[in-house]
């Protein structure tokens, strides 16, 4: 069995909350994420969804040392990430890259786009054969982009241009992992789908392995192998990516599988749409024992004092929840999601 890229363990990042106008006192924290764990194999995808709020994108963050963990352990490729000094990071960062949500916000509108996807090569120092010119445009051309727009300016390109930009910066240096932040939740539907092959194809070409953050279950399904449900900071349920849409077990879960449309018209009229009451509770005030114990509607007085611990029922299908539901046999969970196979 080969040795995951990716080890987190335990893994939290807290926002202080402070008061006082002159003297700022400690009064709390924002428990943004609160005890994540999992691998992640060599060219695996695993996504990572829930709703907004929930901590995804601070966890992805959290995980490249971009916002420094509040504790925990991150182990990538065999090596303490939590324990290196500076050069060491940015040394190791060659091999782990981002890709973020906003491809407005992302590229600075200053930089051409020559300058911008060959900054990983003047950073790290690396000579590519020939020359960076010679890279950035066969970098271009393997996203899309049309390499005689070398010395343009982000601005004269399309959201869906800009994101394949980040996307060539991001594997310039042929990285080991890729933390996609959300990367086509800005795009229409359309262009998402283009975006995806794209990243799918790259993920073949190169063996990357990605944590997908993400909300959409629809793009989820397309591109994971597995899949890793969060609320309020924490795992609720994590397994294949299969095993999830047609056999879930966390009452979470179902709910989110029960608000995506489904093609078929009697199937969307015949199956169970689960309302959640009330809004995601603060993560700066997080609910006594199960974090999802005032929205669940099997919560009882155990889920409201004890907090259930991320625990595997059966192969690779781990759960955190005192009442497991498997509604698969009615057919109640199953969702077909969105086609995103065409390019």
Known sequence: MSTPILRVRDLQKYFPVTKGTFVKKQVGNVRAVDGLSFDVMPGETLGLVGESGCGKSTAGRSMLRLLEPTAGSVEFDGRDLLAMGKRELVRTRREMQMIFQDPYSSLNPRHTVGSIIGAPFEVQGVKPEGSVREAVQSLMERVGLNPEHYNRYPNEFSGGQRQRIGIARAIALKPKLIVCDEPVSALDVSIQAQ???????????????????????????????????????????????????????????????????????????????????????????????????????????????????????????QIACHFPEDKSAQGQSTVSGADFTSH
């Open 195 to 317: 975006v995806l092959n794209l990243l799918d194809d790259i993920q073949k070409e190169f063996g990357i392995a990605y944590v997908f953050v993400a909300h959409d279950l629809s793009v989820v399904r397309h591109i994971s192998d597995r899949v890793a449900v969060m609320y309020l900071g924490k795992i609720m349920e994590l397994t294949t990516r299969d095993q999830l849409y047609t056999a879930p077990l966390h009452p979470y879960t179902h709910a989110l599988l029960s608000a995506v449309p489904i093609a078929d018209p009697d199937r969307e009229r015949a199956r169970e749409r689960i309302i959640l009451n009330g809004d995601l509770p603060s993560p700066s005030n997080p609910p006594s024992g199960c974090v999802f114990n005032t929205r669940c509607w099997k919560a009882t007085d155990r889920c409201r004092t004890e907090v259930p611990l991320l625990r595997e029922i059966s192969t690779g299908h």
